[in-house]
């Protein structure tokens, strides 16, 4: 996928290093320009990496593929960095590896939020949810997102590819990625979920 330079990426004087290949908004064009910013194209791996609160896990499989392709350009104007998990086409696969991978990464800390887009979003909270730290929300409308991150701290983002149209699912990613969580009363709920979380490793039924 190729990197797309917002001008929330533009720094306020100096160099800005681009992988090649790279899109740059008019917006960002126009600062590069007043500021007199060089643009150097480098190699993908040379390039200074986005800190985890700057940095979104993407993942689908081939029912949320063609939405995945939709709304990557959009986090891209939120200033975010795309870790793109995958899949590259709507040849069948399985969504609990895609979401695995994200969950993973957002578990790890490399990034601080992940989005997943399967047919119904329903299997990829499951698996989400089973990596330690992940809060993954399955979200089917603007409110449901608000409350997920308001209320719940949603740290992953489960979409419906093959439920929501395209215009549906860019409305929720929009208010999820904008809400704030809210703390105070809720705070201690989430602080809750996570005590429930470190529990349940040791739990065993009872005969």
């Known amino acids: 996928m190729r990197k797309v330079i917002v001008a929330a990426d533009v720094p306020p004087s100096g160099e800005l290093k681009i992988s090649n290949g790279s899109i740059i908004t008019p917006s960002a064009r126009d600062l590069i320009r007043e500021r007199s910013v060089k643009l150097v194209e480098v190699a993908e791996d040379q390039l200074d990496k986005a800190p985890p609160e700057k940095t979104v896990a993407l993942g689908s499989d081939h029912g949320g593929f063609v939405l995945k392709k939709t709304l990557a350009p959009l986090l891209a104007e939120f200033g975010l960095r795309v870790i793109d998990l995958g899949t590259d086409s709507e040849k069948p696969v399985d969504y609990p590896d895609i979401a695995a991978r994200v969950a993973e990464t957002v578990a790890s800390r490399k990034a601080t939020r992940g989005i997943i887009i399967d047919g119904a979003g329903i299997g990829s909270a499951m698996v989400a949810n089973k990596f330690p730290g992940v809060r993954a929300a399955l979200c089917y409308d603007k409110a449901s997102a608000k409350n997920s991150r308001e209320h719940n701290d949603s ?27 809210a703390g105070g009363r809720h705070a201690a709920r989430v602080a809750k979920i996570a005590e429930i979380e470190k529990a349940i490793r040791n739990w065993t039924p009872r005969s």
């Not at 439920?163 to 969580?181: G, H, K, M, N, Y």
């Open 155 to 181: 740290n992953v983002l489960t979409l419906g590819g093959r439920l929501l149209t395209a215009s549906q699912a860019e409305d929720v990613l929009r208010v999820w990625i904008s809400t704030p969580f």
